[in-house]
DNA sequence: CCAGTACTTAGGTTG
DNA sequence: TAAGTACTGG
């Protein structure tokens, strides 16, 4: 096969220019990861080393499915000898080599952000700060986006501008939290992630001889997603491209929704200035949505001021207008786009797979969850908490830290006392204390006792012995057990097994529980079998697989048919069929908190275009008009958004609200008036849910179709209508296809057109 | 030290 | 609402 000959001529010329720096501009649905995967199989097949190729995304997904994809093309052995991952993954394997020019030991364990919040929710207490005035979250933000533009604690500090506004936001400790907090990560051998690019930083600027390494070992470089790499991404690509400028980005400043972890849209502007010779690209011809969708989403990006001049365009066919439909509550919300997903399963869509539900926060999922299950719809939920996340997971892999970096402060006091061999809070205070006295571990503490003095009393101070004894058994094995071996040894010896165990009668979530430890030993076994290379995988190696997965990239095979559930952010990269963006309403989406600014209205608004451009076939809005919030009932309007969607793309399922949306909230405060006009229409739903809109009003755009009609279907060519079931939306026709058979199709989204007899 | 209970408080998106 | 913290008595 030519892969070439799938290409349209603008993805080919970025395809085929293998040197000297390019930026490609990718309009949604374009075909960038089809660029991206065909320009590195074409290097390969041009004599490019694989070993010579970096190549970035943001998500492990993206990077899996490129990977499989050039696998297809090259051969697997090519294809895994390319340095592709997350920004976070491939930097932290150069980190893990290096480890010893910056200080840090090899195994040094990743915090993910519970860690970071919990040891900073310690510094804060230790430093005897209020926790009012610093919050744990406004800490954490304010010292990842420093790390993300590359200011060290002192840097921090020095930086005049950066104390002024703490101080005028009254908390001037801030930089004593930052230099505390990068203190305790050093003493325990942990980075969080973003020192994965701060030390990467580090690394390559102060010393040269690794940098040139880097810069001859990746002489290709290649970053998806450009528009989202902060400042340290931005400048660590700009060092590793420095000698050989064979760097190509791929981007589309449409999609950036990432400014608030510091992604920085003038990276994309900027490429000019810093490779003035550049070949720039556009693709723009869109092949993954129908002209509604493309069209729709295009009225939306417009009212942005802040773009690159592109139009995206298609050639695909009109399709079904972008419909809207209104929902009272955030329940009704659910059951209406859980009967809609079930009636277009029912009418012949191959699999739940075509659907996802986009939300624009985590917390929404519940009503569909709710409503998809009632119909026994199977759904997966993607973000939210991953499997690593759960307790119990967390409890076992901090054992697992403990045994190959016992520096690891957050693993320490995760296990201390769990399961509970009484050592509270009151020995686990005064073991952090001693150790920032003395400016040392947990660990060097406890395993030294005699050079601290703990002031524990005897049967305290043995317990503490034991659990030092025990945690060193665990490492005198890990040479010796191979990853399962050992996982296996210490989930029984800790007695976390045994905890569990003793808990699984008292009700479904401990069993739960008990599972989910099997099934990550389970995931031991599979990670030392599949391997396949016969090496000795050891426990260590394990957990630098595990730190960075995420909740998405936990999908076993089985489980494949299910509706998607997801932020829009997640959904990035994704396309589905049938897509039901949820909750539009005023300040949630657009959220409240981006109101104040026109850049973060912006950022929402570009979100949204990413949230309509996942569709291919059918894309459904809607919106509630109360939502139940933080325990009470809040009455909303519709989005801004709908609005600014040109009209002629959009059908309404539901009336729009007369007399300006606008005031609902007065409205919403009249209990007879709401009341009424709640119960009117959701008994309707809830005694015909399967034909709920039998009374509202005709589809505009649906065509007048009858029996003995012919007609044309976009895949099953031409036939003949032999039947006519159903109303309005529900409307279903039998047809019979010469070549292919008799089809039952559901005419709300089917294809058809109708050829006029004459 | 620990378990049970009363009270507070968050509220966005991710690797 | 739900999760996390503070307090109290055994």
């Not at 930089?175 to 203190?183: M, P, T, V």
């Not at 931005?234 to 608030?260: P, R």
């Not at 451009?613 to 933080?630: D, E, P, V």
């Amino acid at each position: 096969m030519n892969y070439l000959d799938e290409l349209n001529e603008s993805q080919r010329l970025p395809v085929q220019q293998i040197d000297g720096p390019l930026m490609v501009i990718a309009g949604a649905g374009s075909g960038k990861t089809r660029v991206l995967t065909y320009r590195i199989a074409y290097m390969i097949e041009n004599g490019i080393d694989p070993f010579n190729i970096m190549a970035l995304t943001f998500t492990n997904k993206a990077a899996k499915e490129m990977s499989e994809r050039i696998a297809s093309i090259v051969g697997d052995s090519e294809a895994r000898s390319i340095s592709m991952g997350t920004f976070h993954s491939v930097f932290s394997r150069i980190l893990r080599y290096n480890s010893d020019r910056i200080g840090y030991p090899s195994n040094f364990t990743i915090y993910d952000t519970q860690d970071s919040k919990s040891l900073l929710k310690d510094i804060i207490k230790g430093l005897n700060l209020d926790d009012k005035a610093y919050k744990v979250n406004h800490v954490y933000g304010r010292i990842s986006s420093a790390k993300n533009n590359l200011l060290s604690a002192d840097a921090y500090a020095q930086n005049e501008e950066i104390v002024w506004e703490d101080k005028q936001a009254k908390r001037p400790e801030l930089s004593r939290i930052y230099k505390a907090y990068e203190n305790r990560c050093r003493k325990s051998g942990a980075m969080d992630f973003d020192d994965l690019l701060f030390q990467t930083h580090v690394l390559l600027s102060k010393f040269p001889d690794v940098l040139h390494y880097y810069q001859q070992k990746y002489r290709y470089l290649l970053v998806d997603e450009y528009q989202d790499t902060n400042y340290a991404q931005y400048l660590i690509i700009k060092k590793l491209a420095a000698a050989y400028e064979n760097i190509c980005v791929v981007g589309d400043d449409a999609q950036s929704i990432y400014s608030f972890r510091g992604a920085n849209i003038k990276n994309i502007l900027n490429f000019k200035v810093d490779y003035p010779d550049f070949n720039l690209y556009k693709l723009e011809q869109n092949y993954r949505s129908s002209k509604n969708i493309v069209e729709a989403a295009n009225s939306i990006i417009s009212k942005n001021k802040d773009q690159i001049h592109k139009v995206v365009w298609t050639d695909n066919t009109e399709g079904n207008k972008v419909s809207v439909v209104r929902a009272l509550s955030d329940n009704e919300e659910g059951k209406i786009i859980a009967h809609k997903i079930y009636r277009s399963k029912e009418n012949g869509i191959e699999s739940f797979n075509d659907f996802a539900v986009l939300y624009r926060t985590n917390r929404q999922s519940r009503s569909f969850e709710e409503a998809l299950r009632k119909l026994n719809i199977p759904y997966r939920i993607y973000g939210g908490i991953s499997f690593y996340q759960r307790k119990e997971i967390k409890d076992l892999l901090a054992y697992f830290r403990l045994t190959t970096n016992p520096n690891d402060e957050e693993a320490f006091k995760r296990v201390l006392n769990y399961p509970r061999r009484a050592l509270g809070n009151t020995t686990k205070e005064k073991i952090i204390i001693a150790a920032n006295q003395n400016g040392v571990s947990l660990w060097d503490i406890v395993s030294n006792p005699e050079n601290y003095s703990l002031a524990l009393n005897k049967p305290t101070q043995g317990r503490v012995n034991d659990f030092v004894t025990m945690i060193k058994s665990f490492q005198a094995e890990l040479g010796k057990l191979n990853a399962f071996e050992l996982g296996e040894t210490i989930a029984k010896e800790s007695g976390i097994i045994r905890e569990l165990k003793g808990e699984i009668d008292k009700g479904p979530e401990e069993i739960e529980r008990f599972q989910n430890i099997e099934e990550l030993l389970g995931g031991l076994q599979e990670f030392v079998d599949l391997d396949g290379s016969g090496d000795f995988k050891s426990l260590s190696d394990f957990l630098l697989e595990v730190a960075l997965l995420t909740d998405a990239d936990t999908e076993n095979k089985e489980d494949r048919n299910h509706v998607s559930l997801m932020t829009i952010h997640s959904s990035k990269g994704l396309e589905f069929p049938f897509v039901y963006v949820v909750g539009l309403e005023e300040n949630l989406f657009p959220s409240q908190l981006s109101l104040h600014s026109r850049s973060d209205l912006e950022e929402e608004r570009r979100l949204f275009y990413v949230a309509i451009t996942r569709a291919k076939s059918a894309c459904t809005l809607s919106y509630a008009s109360s939502r139940f919030t933080w325990g009470q009932v809040i009455s909303s309007e519709p989005s801004r958004f709908i609005d600014e969607i040109n009209p002629k793309f959009l059908e309404f399922e539901t009336p729009k609200l007369r007399g300006g949306g606008r005031s609902l909230k007065s409205r919403g405060s009249n209990p007879s008036f709401s009341n009424k006009f709640q119960n009117k229409v959701s008994s309707n739903r809830n005694l015909k849910p399967l034909s709920a809109s039998s009374k509202t009003p005709t589809y505009s755009s649906e065509k007048e179709f009858m029996v003995g009609q012919n007609i044309i279907h976009e895949r099953f060519g031409k036939g003949k209508i032999t039947k006519l079931n159903g109303f309005e939306a529900d409307q279903k026709a039998v047809i019979f296809f010469p070549n292919h058979g008799t089809k039952t199709v559901l005419l709300r989204f089917a294809k058809l057109t109708i050829i006029k007899e004459k």
